[in-house]
């Protein structure tokens, strides 16, 4: 166990449609990262937040976005959903913003969309 | 971000050591090591990393070249549980971009009982 918490395990959608991810971080970890993995692209970074702000930008597109609340907690928010969105979805989170730290993710949200 | 090159696929005996090669040649003074795993239907663990000299830790051992453009994962004993898909990602010591892991193609391990 990670200690990284993501919700929902799995997930059902239609095109079109919107859906949030959350990811609850290890306690007292400020940095909260997200990650795609599809068969086709493997894992991608898509966006990163420290203590509340975004830090670092990946192959995101603009139809998704993410915040981190100040609780440290963080939403993946993906909207107008296409076939290609079916993924899974991994948040990582570390306790600072360095290149150094260890990286703990969690077990991942898998979203398909029909 | 500096790229690394790794095999696609590797097997290995249960119980035998098992060397996992990755190169680096165009690797920075200040980039680190890191090695990640991901088991089936999991997402990545960390592993172990390293700058300069090898590293060892519960896991596996981390054999740097002298000149750093290759590294090589071992792992002592391998088991069933760790049949994964093994990254070698670099990661600049000093690059303010937050600490985000680059992930490759890595290496896919079968261990054989």
């Known amino acids: 166990d990670s200690g990284v918490t993501q919700t929902p395990k799995h997930l059902i959608t239609a095109t079109g449609q919107r859906v949030t991810l959350r990811c609850s971080p290890r306690s007292g970890d400020l940095s909260v990262y997200w990650y795609q993995q599809s068969l086709d692209q493997g894992l991608q970074f898509l966006i990163q937040y420290y203590n509340g702000e975004e830090r670092a930008k990946g192959n995101i597109l603009e139809r998704f976005s993410a915040q981190q609340f100040p609780d440290l907690h963080s939403e993946l928010n993906l909207s107008s959903l296409e076939l290609g969105d079916s993924a899974l979805y991994f948040c990582?989170?570390?306790?600072?913003?360095?290149?150094?730290?260890?990286?703990?993710f969690g077990e991942g949200s898998r979203l398909t969309v029909l | 971000d500096a790229k690394t090159t790794q095999p696609n696929s590797m097997e290995s005996n249960e119980e035998e050591p098992v060397h996992l090669p990755c190169n680096h040649s165009t690797i920075s003074g200040t980039d680190y090591i890191h090695w990640y795993r991901q088991l089936p239907s999991q997402g990545p663990e960390y592993v172990i990393h390293g700058l300069t000299s090898n590293v060892n830790n519960r896991m596996a051992s981390l054999a740097i070249a002298e000149d750093r453009k290759s590294s090589t994962l071992i792992l002592h004993r391998a088991t069933l549980r760790d049949a994964a898909v093994y990254y070698c990602?670099?990661?600049?010591?000093?690059?303010?971009?937050?600490?985000?892991?680059?992930f490759g193609q890595g290496t896919e391990l079968s261990v054989k009982p």
């Open positions: 990602i670099l990661r600049d010591r000093f690059y303010n971009q937050g600490g985000k892991l680059i």
């Open positions: 990582a989170s570390s306790v600072v913003a360095l290149n150094t730290g260890e990286l703990f």
